[in-house]
Structure formats: structure tokens, C-alpha cells
T-cell receptor, first 119, second 112 residues
């Protein structure tokens, strides 16, 4: 059983560069979420996919942030023209919308995250 | 006002103590409630869902008060291994989307 995997685990980049993170969800999960977490804070919701449809993207932090899930499987999160304030842990989570009542808790399964440092 | 509010702590308690955390939420249309646990430098993991009637899992008891819009987590007989950050999560539906919103977390330190 493979869980959620994220790549790269760490990324150091210079201000102004573009970065892309990849997330491979649990294979039978149709929902995929991106969060950002900074020190001392909880995960902050960024965007969400159900299958290949991006159902919520209004909370992406700026137009420099974009996400895709082209075939309803893996997803990418891109940050263009990075700024020092983008330094954070970027977490991906997947869940399933299937199941009935309490059989489906909507549990989020997180990857280990991609840590971004912008110099 | 934040959607989900928690006291960040830290709560510093001896082994064997009972400790309780509260969490308040602002969206009255919220439908599902959870507690997640996050160890230092690790990803969050589900601790337990919170049901309207309240629920218990071993030493952990979760309760929901919809009228006052708060959720609680009670940990009895604290263990050293309970030291972690406890994240309150509230999920609501918005235009067909289901968005889990996290609080900032409450830090628990259990000492010998």
C-alpha cells in the first residue's frame, strides 16, 4: 500500500525563480488537496480537485500560484516568480468521496510535504 | 475572525494528567468535524472524527456543541507519547466543494 507521495521533499531556490511540486495521491482517492503550512500555524487550504476538476481555487495565495491535475491522478502545484514569503511546507492530501455515512469519514491522508526555501 | 480558532498553548502536563482542548468555528453551516494529530516535522494524521452525540476512542473523548459552535478533545491518563500538536478541523460544503479548514493547532507537552 503506497501512501501519498510528494516530490521534491526539499527545494531551495532563489527569489524570482519558478518551482513546481508534484503530488501522487493514494490511487483510489478521487479528491486531492493542497495546503501550505508555516511554523506555528495549521495547514492553510490552497486548492482542491475532485478527479481532474479543480473545484475550489479562490484561496490560492496569488496569481503566481497554479495547480493542475490533468488526468485525475497526480497533481502539480507551481509557484512562479517566487518570493521569500513563499517559504513554507507545501502539503498534499488525498481522500475518497465514496462510502456511506460514517463509513466515509472523509479522512485526509497527507504526504510528507515539500519544504520550500526561497533565498 | 478566523474560521477555526484554537488556543496554541503549549499545555504542559505531567504523565497521567487529564487535559482538555477546545476549538471554536465560525461557519454555522459546517458539517463535519475532526481532530488531527501532528508530530514535530511530520504530516498531520487523523486522530478521530467528532460526531454529534460525542464519541470516545480509548483515552480520547471528542464532543461537539453545535449551538455554541465548539468542539472539544479530552485526553485522560496522558502519556509521554501524547506530546504533539492537536489540530481541530472543520469541513463545510461550498458550491459542491468540501473544504477541510484547520485551526492553528494546540501544542501538548507531557512530561515525566
Amino acid at each position: 500500500d503506497t501512501g501519498v507521495s510528494q516530490d521534491p521533499r526539499h527545494k531551495i531556490t532563489k527569489r524570482g525563480q519558478n518551482v513546481t511540486f508534484r503530488c501522487d495521491p493514494i490511487s483510489e482517492h478521487n479528491r486531492l488537496y493542497w495546503y501550505r503550512q508555516t511554523l506555528g500555524q495549521g495547514p492553510e487550504f490552497l486548492t482542491y480537485f475532485q478527479n481532474e476538476a479543480q473545484l475550489e481555487k479562490s484561496r490560492l495565495l496569488s496569481d503566481r500560484f497554479s495547480a493542475e491535475r490533468p488526468k485525475g491522478s497526480f497533481s502539480t502545484l507551481e509557484i512562479q516568480r517566487t518570493e521569500q514569503g513563499d517559504s513554507a511546507m507545501y502539503l498534499c492530501a488525498s481522500s475518497s468521496s465514496f462510502g456511506i455515512g460514517q463509513e466515509n469519514t472523509g479522512e485526509l491522508f497527507f504526504g510528507e510535504g515539500s519544504r520550500l526555501t526561497v533565498l | 475572525r478566523k474560521e477555526v480558532e484554537q488556543d496554541p498553548g503549549p499545555f504542559n502536563v505531567p504523565e497521567g494528567a487529564t487535559v482538555a482542548f477546545n476549538c471554536t468555528y465560525s461557519n454555522s453551516a459546517s458539517q463535519s468535524f475532526f481532530w488531527y494529530r501532528q508530530d514535530c516535522r511530520k504530516e498531520p494524521k487523523l486522530l478521530m472524527s467528532v460526531y454529534s452525540s460525542g464519541n470516545e476512542d480509548g483515552r480520547f473523548t471528542a464532543q461537539l456543541n453545535r449551538a455554541s459552535q465548539y468542539i472539544s478533545l479530552l485526553i485522560r491518563d496522558s502519556k509521554l507519547s501524547d506530546s504533539a500538536t492537536y489540530l481541530c478541523v472543520v469541513r463545510h460544503a461550498s458550491g459542491g466543494s468540501y473544504i477541510p479548514t484547520f485551526g492553528r493547532g494546540t501544542s501538548l507537552i507531557v512530561h515525566p
